[in-house]
Nanobody
Framework: QVQLVESGGGLVQAGGSLRLSCAASGRTFSNYAMGWFRQAPGKEREFVAAISWSGGSIDTDSVKGRFTISRDNAKNMVYLQMNSLKPEDTAVYYC????????????????????????WGQGTQVTVSS
């Protein structure tokens, strides 16, 4: 069982930065791949970024060059550094964990799918004003 708690959300002006954190419980955190998803009002949840147990990462096109996912296995933490924020980044951001271990870069595409994940946090609100 893994419990996830997100923090770091808030209100920021366009062009600003935020760093989201996700604290994970459990002694086997390093065995999990971690993902960030977001859901804006009236829209479906969408994939943002993911990092595998070995540190490989993928992200969605709309955040490339602006967001960076990272993890600290010693602290059971995963982070999402968000720079150059835009109003369209406004959403509730969720952290998720999965035991999936794709063996190729192409196979990492499964991290884009919410059904891949076994555990979810409660979310943290990010609001970007124009």
């Amino acid at each position: 069982q893994v419990q996830l708690v997100e923090s770091g959300g808030g209100l920021v002006q366009a062009g600003g930065s935020l760093r989201l954190s996700c604290a994970a419980s459990g002694r086997t955190f390093s065995n999990y791949a971690m993902g960030w998803f977001r859901q804006a009002p009236g829209k479906e949840r969408e994939f943002v970024a993911a990092i595998s147990w070995s540190g490989g990462s993928i992200d969605t096109d709309s955040v490339k060059g602006r967001f960076t996912i990272s993890r600290d296995n010693a602290k059971n933490m995963v982070y999402l550094q968000m720079n150059s924020l835009k109003p369209e980044d406004t959403a509730v951001y969720y952290c998720a964990a999965t035991r999936a271990r794709p063996t190729t870069a192409q196979a990492m595409g499964i991290f884009r799918q919410g059904v891949t994940y076994d555990y979810w946090g409660q979310g943290t609100q990010v609001t970007v004003s124009s």
